[in-house]
């Protein structure tokens, strides 16, 4: 089933269009989500909310608008109502700020596969580039604690050194590797942190 015809049986209630189009989107969306929102269970309940929204909305749609970037929009509004109602002090105004267009184009580009790669795809091999560009110290420390998932004390034991030098590894590693990656991508800042978290 193509884009128009899915779209078409969606707006006239055709479960098994409705069916289709979650199989198809669910796992990018609920990908997306959590790097705003890196709760699984959180961001579960934020992206069912978003097709709970369409399916209820589905005869408004208009026959030229893409219901993947309407789904997509709706959850980036869920998600920035959610951290604005936690009250995280994630800086979710910096990226508010932003003139809206950029930020739909980029969620647009993102979610309907205008580009070989999605975003997310391509800050994760951003991210993996600028860990090889740190000082091997640094690099080693990040990777055991990110990568391998070793607690701060074991990494300081393994490799010799205390646990306030491996947090400042860790710390300068992240600011290190943010710096580099908000120069390329000003959009993402608010992404960016979520990732290095």
Same mark, same amino acid.
């Given at each position: 089933?193509?884009?128009?015809?899915?779209?078409?049986?969606?707006?006239?209630?055709?479960?098994?269009?409705?069916?289709?189009?979650?199989?198809?989107?669910?796992?990018?969306?609920?990908?997306?989500?959590?790097?705003?929102?890196?709760?699984?269970?959180?961001?579960?309940?934020?992206?069912?909310?978003?097709?709970?929204?369409?399916?209820?909305?589905?005869?408004?749609?208009?026959?030229?608008?893409?219901?993947?970037?309407?789904?997509?929009?709706?959850?980036?509004?869920?998600?920035?109502?959610?951290?604005?109602?936690?009250?995280?002090?994630?800086?979710?105004?910096?990226?508010?700020?932003?003139?809206?267009?950029?930020?739909?184009?980029?969620?647009?580009?993102?979610?309907? !596969? *205008?580009?070989? &790669?999605? $975003?997310? +795809?391509? @800050?994760?091999?951003?991210? /993996?580039?600028?860990?090889?560009? %740190?000082? =091997?110290?640094?690099?080693?420390?990040?990777?055991?604690?990110?990568?391998? !998932? *070793?607690?701060? &004390?074991? $990494?300081? +034991?393994? @490799?010799?050194?205390?646990? /306030?030098?491996?947090?400042?590894? %860790?710390? =300068?590693?992240?600011?290190?590797?943010?710096?580099?990656?908000?120069?390329?991508?000003?959009?993402?800042?608010?992404?960016?942190?979520?990732?290095?978290?």
């Amino acid at each position: 089933m193509n884009k128009d015809e899915r779209h078409r049986k969606l707006v006239l209630g055709d479960t098994e269009a409705f069916e289709g189009l979650f199989k198809l989107t669910h796992p990018r969306m609920l990908s997306y989500c959590r790097l705003f929102v890196p709760d699984y269970h959180v961001a579960a309940d934020l992206v069912q909310e978003c097709y709970l929204k369409l399916w209820e909305k589905r005869e408004t749609l208009k026959p030229n608008q893409s219901v993947e970037s309407y789904l997509f929009v709706m959850l980036r509004n869920r998600c920035f109502n959610f951290l604005r109602d936690k009250k995280l002090e994630y800086a979710v105004d910096d990226v508010l700020s932003l003139p809206e267009i950029d930020m739909q184009h980029l969620f647009e580009l993102d979610f309907t !596969g *205008l580009e070989g &790669k999605s $975003i997310e +795809e391509e @800050l994760i091999d951003a991210i /993996k580039q600028e860990i090889e560009n %740190l000082p =091997e110290k640094r690099k080693l420390v990040f990777v055991k604690s990110k990568l391998e !998932g *070793l607690k701060n &004390k074991e $990494i300081a +034991e393994l @490799l010799g050194i205390s646990t /306030k030098a491996v947090e400042k590894h %860790l710390y =300068e590693a992240k600011l290190q590797i943010k710096s580099a990656l908000v120069h390329k991508y000003p959009l993402l800042t608010l992404l960016i942190s979520f990732i290095l978290k």
